[in-house]
């Protein structure tokens, strides 16, 4: 269960440099109407993000084509760009996928997703794999995506190459796009479906960097050999609260987003998320993103910034310490303490550490946790703890949800809506034209 400490996130906690009080009571009393059109949302299911915990019919789906995918595969690829892929890679590094050292031992089917557009990258990476046995997943919400469809023409061109009959193109693929509409033109299931490949219907209601409990998030996961009930189970953790009508106080993800609201108010524009496990790694590139993309609009918002403990206080502490006060903190810990590989104490004895003996890997991660948050708060740093004890699908479920709450809820106090996204369309346009005129 995910727990929420932030004290040491105001100025009476750590004083100058931290969120003043009076700033912190406002953003708490103004979130109160947004918390209130968050749960009129719910009880009328216009904002159909809130109903996914509870839903369950569309998951017998998502693990057919699960299955369908591992028959026979080494390898599946995802193609997909920013929401379409990161929700699916923080659910993938619960099975190792992106962790250093790690990623090299999965068993198969191995998966990549090929979310960056790189053509050196993706040239060699088709070189490498076994044609015969890859599989690739195509998203798309819009179909239109540039980047997927691309990678797609390549895929079965590569494919083609590799001596794959035209009649057996189709069990190499997946699509997931929103369904087909009368008279408007679907550019990937125009591609696709000629070869017979299925679709998934992504969900209409729900935009790509919120779709990670949806099945574009799920179906990798599913493929993976996730509890993907146990992810929106976790889910319904967060949600709870919200459906229960209870007040801001008493919502963690609302009293986030007030300390975040009251940051932006106070001059802090920076918002670092520094986890304390290596299955988290990737959660924070997804929050990158959701953060971003939800919340920089009419000249507001604040700047995301990824961080992972233990290893980014040897690289960002310096300027998180002794640098300009305008960053708001988020340290998550995860319960560490006692777990891990065992310090021999002869040896711990030779290095002239002799408290080291005995103790484990997890006893000195869980210590360096602890002593950021408070290095921080000794240094007038504004920062809250967050902490779970451990990371399974359920925990990762209820952090999921936490933060895709926290977000639409500091969009709705800000007053911008969390949820479009018109500045990120003007580059595609643009990116589109100048590809046909041979531009670059």
């Known amino acids: 269960m995910l727990q929420q400490s932030f004290d040491l996130a105001l100025e009476s906690g750590v004083g100058a440099g931290g969120i003043p009080d009076a700033a912190f009571e406002k953003a708490l009393a103004d979130l109160g109407p947004a918390l209130a059109r968050l749960k009129e949302q719910a009880d009328t299911r216009s904002l159909p993000l809130l109903g996914l915990p509870s839903d369950t019919a569309d998951l017998p789906p998502v693990h057919a084509a699960a299955r369908r995918l591992r028959e026979g595969a080494t390898d599946i690829l995802v ?22 050292g790690l990623s090299s031992f999965l068993p198969e089917p191995r998966i990549h997703f090929l979310d960056n557009l790189d053509p050196i990258t993706y040239e060699a990476l088709l070189k490498k794999l076994p044609l015969k046995t890859t599989k690739f997943i195509s998203i798309s919400k819009s179909g239109g995506t540039g980047e997927t469809l691309l990678q797609t023409i390549v895929a079965i061109t590569a494919l083609r190459g590799a001596g794959i009959a035209e009649a057996d ?26 070869f017979g490949t299925p679709f998934l219907d992504h969900h209409t209601g729900v935009g790509g960097r919120y779709s990670v409990l949806t099945n574009c998030g799920l179906l990798p996961a599913s493929t993976l050999g996730l509890d993907i009930e146990a992810l929106r189970a976790g889910a319904a953790k967060a949600l709870a609260p919200v459906l229960a009508g209870k007040g801001v106080r008493e919502v963690p993800a609302a009293v986030g987003a007030a300390l975040h609201l009251a940051a932006m108010r106070s001059g802090k524009g920076i918002a670092v998320l520094m986890p304390y496990a290596d299955k988290l790694a990737l959660f924070t590139r997804w929050w990158v993103q959701l ?10 918002g604040t700047q995301p910034v990824a961080a992972l403990g233990p290893v980014d206080q040897h690289s960002q502490q310096q300027l998180y310490l002794a640098g300009p006060k305008d960053k708001f903190f988020t340290v998550l810990t995860v319960g560490a303490k006692g ?13 002239a550490e002799p408290d080291f003996a005995n103790k484990t890997i997890g006893d000195l991660v869980a210590a360096q946790g602890l002593a950021m948050v408070d290095t921080f708060a000794k240094n007038g740093r504004s920062v809250r703890r967050l902490h779970v004890e451990h990371v399974d699908e359920t925990v990762h479920g209820e952090l999921l949800m936490h933060f895709m709450l926290e977000t639409i809820l500091t969009g709705y106090g800000m007053g911008v809506d969390p949820f479009d996204q018109e500045a990120v369309e003007e580059a595609k346009i643009l990116a589109k034209r100048y590809l046909a005129e041979g531009r670059g």
């Open 79 to 100: 193609l997909g760009v920013g929401g379409s892929s990161l929700g699916g890679q923080t659910l993938a590094q619960l099975t190792g996928y992106g962790t250093v």
């Open 291 to 300: 953060w971003a993309e939800s919340l920089g609009k009419d000249g507001k």
């Open 339 to 351: 777990k891990g590989p065992k310090i021999d104490a002869g040896l711990a004895g030779v290095i």
């Open 169 to 194: 193109l189709g069990k190499h693929f997946q699509g997931l796009s929103e369904p087909a509409k009368p008279g408007k033109f679907h550019a990937l299931r125009a591609l696709l479906e000629p």
